[in-house]
């Protein structure tokens, strides 16, 4: 299983870009459709404090959305960050 999970919804155009970040470095994703999901997207925003998507997991590590881990990636911390 991997250790990103991406928190998403139909349609959501800074969605569709991170996932598209991460497939095009070959790194695999879970994700959540929240867009039938209010349940979990409640518990997101108590867990998180956000209530916009993407909401970017690394394990049990929130990183942010798109613009988080478009600068994780460009600063090559992504590579790291999974590795430990």
Partial sequence: MSNITIYSRTPCGYCHLAKRL???RGLA???VDLTTQSNIERE??????QRTVPQIFIGDR????????ALLIRDGRLTSMLAG
């Fill in 22 to 24: 991460l497939k095009d």
């Fill in 29 to 31: 994703f879970h994700e």
């Fill in 44 to 49: 997101l925003v108590t867990r998180t404090g």
């Fill in 62 to 69: 929130f990183i942010g959305g798109y613009t988080e881990l």
